[in-house]
């Protein structure tokens, strides 16, 4: 899919391009050699047909102007001290890269064709400094083509990719949305492979981590706020009307979300971490929800399917807990003209409809619990539930349900204090209906716990905690 050239990027090349160089001088000052300023001056300021047939005539010559050759360096080498030549040249040998589709080959035949380049992506730590931006577009234009041209794994694209994707995630880190959109379309471009991809997941750290959080502001929740994202808590309504959240542009949501499409094609490697580390389900449920257009909507839906499709154990249950089947019946009757989406809504529809056909009140539960986040769905205020299920969450999976219950409650939910006061509800019930598995409790730090959350400043969460330990006390008395 090929996107626009990223709108600050061209800006940028457009301004160096327009600059007068000195060349005489920098030729004196042993900048450049004479022969390198000839080459450069046979294809400067001239129309792209006679620039691509000076090239095409003379490919070696053009290969060692820019890598370098067994006895000379590359002109960016040789020109380190003149950061005007050296940006200079980053502009046109982009432009060549792009106007002369012979030359790319040729460069990666080259015994190593990123080396001139990779010391360049840190020479400052200034984001806005043009050599690491030019370099990091020509970088992903040549492993992009090899990654593409050499399917097996190769010790330099690997290193090259690597470093590439830890500068991009330095600009998806940024406050600038310009600078934003030129990693996020540079992710785009190099991951077109399954190497890629792997890779970008292996990075997840500095590559995920800055999109997600762009995600989030996009959908109206911070880092800390996942109420917001397991509640639905915006409208579509709202967000045409008022903008995305965190003023994310469309422009760039549609990037972002191209780039985790992509990296969705591995899902049955990415599914379940993305799920675990930044709860992509109720994430994506709450931008689809908002979407504004009908393009974002089919990324979206696409990407909940590649990702549930392989992991429906583990991220069904996410997505039922995140109100998505109602969601989906919701855009089922919207007007919807694009195949590839209603194909998709339909499949994930099918989906989550089988799942939760077969579904009992116990799953439902046990999925919520294992997903992280507790909320005030039917299970927990229903005696009834508690009598009948109370043994089997303690002994489901070796006590599987109340370790997590405890892994739950060791969190302090600054910003969803009801996931206390839940959890406590939910320790008191077992309590009760299992007094002789109190023990079991105690292991897991639940007694510990629910003591120490008597002193929570929230109302909900002080009631649940004192009911809880008012269990224990009455099994102690009664004894």
Same mark, same amino acid.
Request: proline share 5%.
């Given at each position: ?24 001088? $920098? ?65 046109? $040998? ?288 229903? #005696? ?15 006590? $599987? ?26 320790? $008191? ?5 299992? #007094? ?44």
């Amino acid at each position: 899919m090929s996107l626009d050239p990223p709108t600050y990027l061209n800006s940028l090349q457009n301004n160096i391009r327009a600059r007068p160089i000195p060349w005489e001088g $920098a030729v004196r000052a042993g900048h450049i050699s004479d022969v390198e300023l000839k080459k450069i001056k046979a294809i400067d300021k001239v129309r792209k047909e006679q620039r691509k047939q000076t090239v095409e005539g003379d490919l070696e010559a053009y290969r060692t102007l820019l890598l370098g050759a067994e006895s000379e360096q590359s002109v960016l080498e040789s020109a380190k001290k003149r950061a005007d030549v050296i940006q200079y040249i980053l502009v046109l $040998a982009g432009d060549l890269i792009n106007d002369v589709p012979s030359l790319s080959p040729n460069l990666l035949d080259h015994p190593d064709p990123y080396k001139p380049f990779l010391p360049l992506l840190s020479q400052s730590t200034n984001l806005e400094d043009p050599i690491p931006l030019l370099t990091s577009s020509i970088l992903t234009s040549l492993i992009s083509s090899a990654l593409v041209a050499s399917p097996k794994s190769s010790a330099k694209i690997d290193e090259g990719l690597r470093k590439l994707y830890k500068y991009l995630a330095t600009l998806a880190r940024s406050q600038d949305s310009g600078l934003q959109d030129i990693a996020v379309q540079e992710y785009s471009a190099l991951l077109r492979t399954k190497k890629s991809r792997e890779l970008f997941w292996k990075q997840r750290e500095d590559t995920i981590n800055p999109l997600v959080d762009i995600l989030r502001s996009a959908s109206g929740a911070g880092k800390d706020t996942d109420s917001t994202l397991w509640s639905g808590g915006a409208s579509i309504r709202s967000a045409t009307e008022a903008g995305l959240g965190g003023g994310v542009g469309l422009q760039l949501l549609y990037h972002v979300l191209l780039v985790v499409w992509q990296l969705s094609f591995e899902g049955a490697l990415v599914g379940r971490g993305l799920q675990d580390e930044q709860e992509i389900i109720p994430l994506y449920t709450q931008l689809l929800r908002l979407s504004p257009k009908e393009k974002t909507t089919r990324l979206l839906l696409s990407t909940l399917y590649n990702l549930t499709s392989p992991n429906r154990t583990h991220l069904l249950p996410a997505a039922v807990q995140a109100k998505l089947p109602a969601l989906l019946g919701n855009l089922s009757s919207r007007h919807f003209t694009d195949p590839d989406l209603l194909e998709d809504l339909k499949n994930l529809d099918a989906m989550l409809d089988e799942y939760t056909r077969n579904q009992t009140t116990f799953d439902e539960y046990a999925a919520e619990v294992q997903s992280g986040h507790l909320r005030w769905s039917p299970p927990h205020r229903n #005696p009834t539930f508690w009598a009948e299920n109370a043994r089997r969450i303690l002994d489901d999976d070796k006590g $599987a349900l109340p370790k997590k219950l405890a892994e739950i409650m060791g969190k302090s939910w600054d910003n969803d204090k009801q996931v206390l006061a839940i959890a406590c509800n939910d320790v $008191a019930n077992l309590v009760k209906e299992v #007094p002789e598995k109190r023990s079991q409790l105690e292991k897991f730090g639940l007694k510990a716990r629910v003591m120490e959350l008597m002193n929570e400043g929230d109302e909900s969460v002080r009631w649940e905690s004192l009911r809880a330990v008012g269990e224990w006390l009455r099994y102690s008395f009664d004894r």
